[in-house]
C-alpha cells in the first residue's frame, strides 16, 4: 500500500480462535512477532481448546495477520480449526502481550508430540564459545521434550516436569526476549539451572568430569550402557562389538528379534543400506523414527577420528547379530542431544528398547533399578522425570510413501480425523502389539504402542494409558470398542469397564477391525473388498481366522473368501512351535508316511510325527485356521528356519528376506467351495486350497531349487491368490476398490506385488499408512466400526 493511501479505518477488535497442534511447538513466540509487524494490539494465551488471540488494530492489518499466519508458524505447528469473530476492546491495551494460559484438565487441544533436536540447537552444542556447548539437554521452543513431560493442559513449564528446575537469570532473560528463538520455551534451560547428566553403575553415582565422554569410552570397551532419552531408556553397545551385542541379548533374553541402530547421520545410514530419497526424508522426519532398511552386504562408509582430521573410507560390515536372518536394518539418526553427542564417535551403536525381553520401556528409577545390574552395565541418566513414556516409532516404505509400523514417540498423541463426529469412545485395541485410543469429536487419539499384553507389565501400562485418557479428557465413554476373542485381557478389561461406566459394549471382529482402519484412514464409508492377512484373529464361527477376504464397510462385513481351515495342533504352542503348524498341513494334506519322510529329509528336528496325528484325531479336536500367518512360518521351516522361534512373525520376515526380486510362476492352488459355512460368511463363500502349493514346494526342493527362488515363488503364489479372489469377488459383486490389511501386509515383497498385480487387474488399492498394518492399528479401527454402528442407534 502506497505510503501516503494508508489505511484510516477504525480500530477494530478480532478474536481467534485455533485447534491443532498449537502448543509446545512455538506458536504464541510466533503470533507475537507477527503481530507486531502489523502494529496490532491484543493478546495471545493457551486454552484449554487450543490458542486464543485477542487482536486490536485496522482492518487490512489484521487481514494480512490473518493471512500470513499459516505460512509463518514453525514446522511442528499444525492449524486444523480457526475461527474468527468480532471482539470486545481490551481496556487500556497499547501493546501486544503473550496472557497467562487458562483452561481446566479436560481438553479439546492437541497435546505436542516430542520433537527431534532442531539445527539451531545442533549449531549450539558444538560449538565452543556458545554457552550451551556440550549441554546434553538442549532445548528450544520448537525442539524437544512435550508429551512426554506433560502433566496437564494447557501447556505450560509449571504443567509440566521442568516445573523443578527454575530458570537462572540468562534463560530468564532469553525466555522473556522477544527476539530471542527461546521466548516462551516452556522447556528452556542450561547447565546452570536445568537438569544435567550423571553416569551410574550398580554401586551408585560415578566419579568423572565428563559423564558423556566416560560413557563412549565404556562403550568402545564394549560394555552395555542404559541412556535416557525422551521417552524412556534405551539400551546401547557398541554395533560392531559381536560379543557386546551376543551378551546383550543373553542379558535381555531377545535371542534373535532384531536390534535397531543408531548412526551419526545419513551418510552413515548409507554406509551400511540402500537408503532412496523418501526414506532418506523419512529418516530426517522431526519424528525421527527408526526406519527400516534394505542393508548393504559389504560396504565402505566415512569414519572420521574426532580430532579435526579429514573422513577416511574405513571397511565397516555390521555383525549378522544386529539382526539374523533378516535383510532389512531398523537405523535411526539421533534425535536427542545425549545421541548426538554420543554418536558422532561410533561408526552405529546398537541402540534398542530399554526392558526385558518385549515389556514396555522402562522410564522411572524404579524401571532403571531392573535394568541396572541385571542387564546394563552403567547407565546415562538425568533428573528430567519422564511421565508419559513412549517407544520409538518404526516406519517402512512400501509403493515409495511412508507406512507407520510402530506408532509411538513423536507421531503420540498426535490424533487422526475420523470424517464423521462421534461421541466419546474407548477402544482398547488387541491383545498383540496392543495400543488403545480415544475418540472424541472427530479426533481419535492413540496411546503409544504398549506391546504383548501376556506381560503383566504391559498390561498395567495399557490400564495406565486408559486412566490417561480419562484424565485428559475428563469424559466418560458413551462406548467402548474391544475384539471378540473372550481370552483376550484387552477384552476382558472392556468388559469391566463398560460395565462401569454404563457404557455400550461394541465388539468388534479382528479382522473386520483391520478392513474400517483402512476405511477410515482413506475416508470411506461405503463397501469395498477386504483381504486381510495375518496370524491370528477369532472369528465368528469360532475358528482361528487370518486369511481373510471380506465385503466390508464400517457398520459391519460378510465374509467371501478364506485360505482352507488346517488344524492348530497345541493352539498356542503352534506359533512359538511353527514346525507344529508344518506338520499339520502335511498330515492333512499328503498323510502320516509322508510327512514323516518330508520331516526326515527337509527338517531334521526330532518330533513324533504320530504322537501329533494322534492328537488331531482325539475327542478333543484342535482348533481350525485360515491364517496367512501361520502358513508362512510353515513354509519357513521348511525352508530351513527354525521350528522353534522366539519372536512373532521370525520365520516369515526369514522368507521375505531370501526374495531375490524376481517374476516367478506362482505355484498352483486349488479354490473350490468352502467346507462349512459360518454366521458371517456369504452362502456362496470359497476357500484356497493348498495343497498344489506344498507339492510345488516339495518338488522345488527335490530338484534343488534354491530357497531365493522358492521364496520368491511362494511370494507370487500368495500374491495370486489375493489376485484370483479379488477377481471372484468383482465377477458378482461389481467392487473394484481392494483395502490390504494385517500384519502380513508389513511384507513389502507380498505389498508391492499384489499392488502391482491388482492394479494391473483394474483394482484400486488402499492400503494403511498414518495407521499401522498389524494389530498397533485395531483400536481405530474399532472406533470406526464402533462410531458406525451408534450412529445408527
Excluded at 260 to 282: M, T
Amino acid at each position: 500500500m502506497d505510503r501516503e493511501q494508508k489505511d484510516t479505518s477504525p480500530t477494530v477488535w478480532r478474536r481467534v480462535r485455533i485447534s491443532g497442534i498449537v502448543q509446545g511447538v512455538g506458536f504464541r513466540p510466533t503470533v507475537y512477532r507477527l503481530a507486531q509487524t502489523h502494529d496490532l494490539v491484543g493478546e495471545v494465551r493457551n486454552t484449554a481448546r487450543g490458542v486464543e488471540i485477542h487482536l486490536g488494530g485496522h482492518n487490512d492489518a489484521i487481514r494480512a495477520f490473518l493471512e500470513e499466519l499459516p505460512d509463518a508458524i514453525p514446522s511442528p505447528s499444525r492449524i486444523e480449526q480457526a475461527t474468527v469473530e468480532a471482539a470486545r476492546p481490551i481496556a487500556g491495551c497499547e501493546r501486544f502481550a503473550i496472557a497467562a494460559s487458562v483452561g481446566a484438565e479436560t481438553i479439546e487441544v492437541v497435546i505436542p508430540p516430542d520433537q527431534a533436536t532442531c539445527p539451531d540447537c545442533l549449531h549450539e552444542i558444538f560449538d565452543p564459545v556458545n554457552r550451551r556447548f556440550g549441554y546434553p539437554l538442549i532445548t528450544c521452543t520448537i525442539c524437544g521434550p512435550r508429551y512426554s513431560i506433560i502433566e496437564s493442559l494447557p501447556y505450560d513449564r509449571e504443567r509440566t516436569t521442568m516445573r523443578h528446575f527454575p530458570l537462572c537469570g540468562r534463560c530468564r532473560a532469553e525466555y522473556e526476549s522477544p527476539n530471542d528463538r527461546r521466548f516462551h520455551a516452556e522447556t528452556v534451560a542450561c547447565t546452570d539451572c536445568g537438569p544435567n547428566v550423571e553416569l551410574l553403575s550398580p554401586d551408585g553415582p560415578v566419579t568423572c568430569t565428563d559423564p558423556i565422554m566416560a560413557a563412549v569410552r565404556l562403550l568402545k570397551a564394549g560394555r552395555i550402557v542404559a541412556i535416557k532419552g525422551i521417552g524412556g531408556y534405551h539400551l546401547a553397545c557398541d554395533a560392531m562389538n559381536e560379543a557386546a551385542i551376543f551378551e546383550l541379548r543373553r542379558r535381555k533374553q531377545r535371542i534373535h528379534k532384531p536390534y535397531a541402530i543408531l548412526v551419526s547421520d545419513l551418510e552413515k545410514a548409507r554406509g551400511f543400506c540402500e537408503v532412496n530419497e523418501v526414506e532418506a526424508e523419512a529418516l530426517r522426519l522431526a519424528e525421527a523414527p527408526i526406519v527400516l532398511l534394505k542393508r548393504r552386504g559389504s560396504t565402505a562408509i566415512l569414519s572420521a577420528n574426532h580430532r579435526g582430521q579429514e573422513a577416511h573410507a574405513t571397511t565397516c560390515v555390521l555383525p549378522d547379530a544386529i539382526a539374523p536372518d533378516n535383510n532389512r536394518l531398523g537405523i535411526m539418526l539421533p534425535y536427542t542431544p545425549i545421541q548426538h553427542l554420543l554418536a558422532r564417535h561410533f561408526d552405529a551403536l546398537v541402540m534398542t528398547s530399554g526392558n526385558i525381553s518385549d515389556e514396555p520401556i522402562r522410564h522411572t528409577e524404579q524401571g532403571l533399578r531392573d535394568l541396572l545390574g541385571p542387564v546394563a552395565d552403567f547407565a546415562l541418566t538425568h533428573p528430567r522425570e519422564i511421565l508419559n513414556p513412549s517407544d520409538d516409532s518404526v516406519v517402512l516404505v512400501q509403493r515409495n510413501e511412508p507406512v507407520l509400523i510402530r506408532r509411538a514417540r513423536g507421531h503420540v498423541p498426535t490424533p487422526l480425523t475420523l470424517d464423521v463426529p462421534m461421541p466419546p469412545i474407548l477402544a482398547v485395541g488387541a491383545e498383540l502389539k496392543n495400543a488403545c485410543a480415544f475418540g472424541l469429536g472427530q479426533r481419535v487419539y492413540f496411546s503409544p504402542h504398549i506391546g504383548d499384553l501376556e506381560y503383566p507389565a504391559a498390561f498395567r501400562r495399557h490400564v495406565e494409558e486408559i486412566e490417561r485418557f480419562g484424565k485428559w479428557f475428563g469424559e466418560k465413554p458413551r462406548a467402548v470398542a474391544c475384539d471378540l476373542h473372550p481370552g483376550y485381557l484387552s477384552t476382558q478389561n472392556a468388559h469391566r469397564l463398560a460395565a462401569k461406566w454404563e457404557a455400550h459394549l461394541i465388539e468388534v471382529q479382528h479382522h473386520h477391525a483391520h478392513i474400517a482402519a483402512c476405511l477410515a484412514e482413506h475416508g470411506l464409508t461405503g463397501e469395498i473388498i477386504g483381504v486381510a492377512f495375518d496370524g491370528t484373529g477369532f472369528g465368528t464361527d469360532g475358528a482361528i481366522w487370518g486369511g481373510e477376504f471380506l465385503i466390508a464397510s464400517r457398520a459391519g462385513f460378510r465374509r467371501m473368501a478364506r485360505l482352507a481351515y488346517h488344524s492348530v495342533p497345541g493352539g498356542d504352542r503352534s506359533i512359538r512351535e511353527p514346525w507344529r503348524m508344518l506338520a499339520a498341513y502335511l498330515l492333512e494334506l499328503f498323510g502320516r508316511d509322508r510327512a514323516e519322510g518330508i520331516f526326515k529329509r527337509h527338517v531334521g528336528a526330532t518330533v513324533d510325527i504320530g504322537q501329533l496325528e494322534r492328537m488331531l484325531r482325539g475327542p478333543i479336536r484342535a482348533p481350525q485356521t485360515s491364517s496367512v500367518g501361520r502358513l508362512f512360518d510353515a513354509v519357513g521351516v521348511l525352508l530351513g528356519f527354525p521350528t522353534e522361534i522366539t519372536f512373532e512373525a521370525q520365520n516369515a520376515v526369514a522368507v521375505e528376506s531370501l526374495c531375490a526380486g524376481g517374476p516367478p510362476l506362482p505355484y498352483s492352488f486349488l479354490v473350490g467351495p468352502a467346507s462349512s459355512i459360518g454366521p458371517d460368511d456369504d452362502r456362496d463363500i470359497f476357500e484356497i486350497g493348498l495343497r498344489g502349493l506344498f507339492e510345488g514346494i516339495l518338488a522345488d526342493l527335490e530338484a534343488g531349487v534354491t530357497r531365493e527362488a522358492i521364496a520368491d515363488k511362494f511370494h507370487a503364489t500368495v500374491v495370486e491368490i489375493i489376485v484370483q479372489g479379488c477377481r471372484r469377488i468383482r465377477e458378482r459383486t461389481r467392487l473394484a476398490r481392494v483395502a490390504l490389511s494385517g500384519g502380513c501386509f508389513v511384507n513389502t515383497v507380498l505389498v508391492e506385488g499384489a499392488c502391482a498385480r491388482l492394479e494391473a487387474n483394474g483394482f484400486e488399492v488402499l492400503l494403511r499408512r498414518q495407521v499401522p498394518p498389524n494389530d498397533g492399528g485395531i483400536a481405530f479401527g474399532q472406533i470406526a466400526v464402533a462410531a458406525a454402528r451408534l450412529a445408527r442407534l
